[in-house]
């Protein structure tokens, strides 16, 4: 079989290269699944350059979530059946035609979900509606983000306003704005305008904004602790720009407030299986119904790596970017 192989770590676009590998076989309660399409995350492209918390040995496959047809079934394994469609989250390996997951890690695909949609499923929407379900916010509570054109941050947007949350966005560039008000998404803020402060009270009323997520680090974890009232959270959830928390130490002080990160690999492992299932079947309601939307920017053989990698790290791409055989 093919798969995408890295004998280094290095930039994806280079290091990455189609090899041919023996058909994998399942084990005890595992599955063989043919893989149809792998989104390109930026948790993946960080783990082919090395820069990231899971370090595989090499030479070693990537990608991390995809949709399958399961293949073959290893012993013990009776919850899935030869060519049902499935999803995983957290199978490392999975840039290949075919790979081998746990039975466990694997989650059956109803038959209304569009593949483009159930490709994308877990990593990101799952990580934004467990975000949402842990901030412990309530009906018409406020909260505020950045990054808010990122892929996780419209999902955020949407899933949030759907359980009555009032979300209000951050972006760098003006052109933002109006890139998600074309997708729906209202309450959003740029930040290249000196007066962008004075624009989010004018959105909340003066209302408390409890809660921020930070996806960016740098000094735009300190505007986004800013922004919030007393005794508020700010929670940690990527650093695309800058590694390092730039915060005023009288926000911390005088606003009493806490900030702390958040891992969705990490909290997806720990959470409990009713509220695991509680959420996927929300997800699965919200994509069905409209109220999430998940675009696919472009799609891309394997062999077309290269191209897929430039490609999701254009500036603006609304959508994933996906990998088939």
Sequence with gaps: MKALIHHAFGDPAEVLAVEERPLPEPGPGEVRVRMLLSPIHNHDLWTVRGTYGFKPELPAQAGTE??????????GVDQLAVGQRVVTGGT??????YFVARAGALIPVPDGLPDEAAAQLVSMPFSAISLIDSLGLSEGDWMIQNAANGAVGRMVAQLGSARGLNVVGLVRRAAGVEELRAQGIERIVATDDPAWRDRVAEITGGAPIRVGVDSVGGSAAGDVLGTLAENGTLVVFGSMGSPKLELSAGDVIFKQATVKGFWGSVVSREMPADQRGRLFQELFARIQDGTLTLPVASTHELGDISAAVAASDTPGRVGKVLLRP
């Design 66 to 75: 995809a949709l399958g047809v399961v293949d073959a079934l290893g012993e």
């Design 92 to 97: 490392f390996g999975v840039w290949a035609e």
